[in-house]
């Protein structure tokens, strides 16, 4: 069984920069495409930010320019780096993995913003 455990989370003022982590342990078969979706209070859960194992990376429009995510495959963990926070970034974070043929979810972490 493979978990994903997310950290980093915290609370900061707007402009203020944040840095979440996500490992993956247990039995992992080769994870490929891992990421970080968000979900505020209210809202639908929203794609932030993907990296595939080569390091290719895509972004949400809203967090373009400000987010950046990464990877260390030797450690089975992805990383978000969140700069220039605003309010509207408020939420908790999950990362998610495709092991295999599986799609795992870690349990959130959460985010604060505050004006």
């Known amino acids: 069984q493979v978990q994903l455990v997310e950290s980093g989370g915290g609370w900061v003022q707007a402009g203020g920069s944040l840095r979440l982590s996500c490992a993956a342990s247990?039995?992992?078969?080769?994870?490929?495409?891992m990421g970080w979706y968000r979900q505020a209070p209210g809202k639908q859960r929203e794609w932030v930010a993907g990296i595939t194992r080569g390091g290719a990376t895509n972004y949400g429009d809203s967090v373009k320019g400000r987010f950046t995510i990464s990877r260390d495959n030797a450690k089975n963990t992805v990383y978000l780096q969140m700069n220039n926070l605003k309010p509207e970034d408020t939420a908790v974070y999950y990362c998610?993995?495709?092991?295999?043929?599986?799609?795992?979810w870690g349990q959130g972490t959460q985010v604060t913003v505050s004006s």
């Open positions: 247990g039995s992992i078969f080769a994870i490929n495409t």
């Open positions: 998610n993995a495709v092991n295999g043929p599986s799609l795992l």
